[in-house]
């Protein structure tokens, strides 16, 4: 190996120092330069030692909780087992929180689903910016834009939207 690649950091800061005692500043730089990749490739081999760990770790305890639930397995009743679809068993090993269900699969219901509805290619801010100076409440003479910017906060969701249709109908889009 070169005597560059079995330089350590403390072998480059003393050669820190000494260029900067001499006012090399220009060595300064590639000297700290070669610190900081020093410095990450330890950082680089750290973190990659810790995700092999967790990495194999993860595999033991997978296969010694594989083992333990199929034994726990083994004991239910064959019939209730044939009807579910899985069974889902969670522990989350810095809490006391375990959960384990049997899973009946079914076919989804069409329809539902929830957030649906039209969908359109402009933003409220978009429209705010073309007609938010235009009168929402003639009895107040509250603009559209006065509207949009007082109903923040918690609950103020519907009254934001109702100004969006209101501006969507202003441009005729709804």
């Not at 967790?54 to 726990?72: F, M, N, R």
């Not at 522990?91 to 929180?97: M, V």
């Not at 969701?157 to 109908?169: A, E, F, Q, T």
Request: charged share 25%; proline share 1%; with cysteine.
């Amino acid at each position: 190996m070169t005597e560059q690649a079995i330089k350590t950091q403390d072998k480059l800061l003393a050669e820190m120092r000494a260029a900067v005692d001499q006012g090399d500043f220009k060595a300064v730089s590639k000297i700290s330069s070669e610190i900081a990749k020093l410095v990450a490739a330890e950082e680089k081999a750290e973190k990659d030692a810790k995700a092999t760990l967790l990495i194999t770790t993860t595999g033991d305890v997978k296969k010694t909780l594989d083992k333990a639930v199929s034994k726990i397995i083994e004991t239910l009743d064959p019939a209730i087992l044939a009807a579910m679809q899985g069974i889902w068993y969670a522990n989350d090993f810095g809490e006391a929180l375990t959960s384990c269900k049997l899973v009946k699969g079914a076919v989804r219901k069409a329809g539902g689903g929830g957030g649906g509805g039209k969908k359109f290619n402009i933003t409220t801010n978009e429209l705010l910016s073309q007609f938010g100076g235009e009168i929402m409440n003639k009895e107040t003479g509250e603009t559209y834009q006065q509207a949009h910017d007082s109903y923040t906060g918690e609950g103020s969701g519907n009254k934001r939207y109702n100004v969006r249709i209101k501006l969507l109908k202003l441009a005729g889009i709804s």
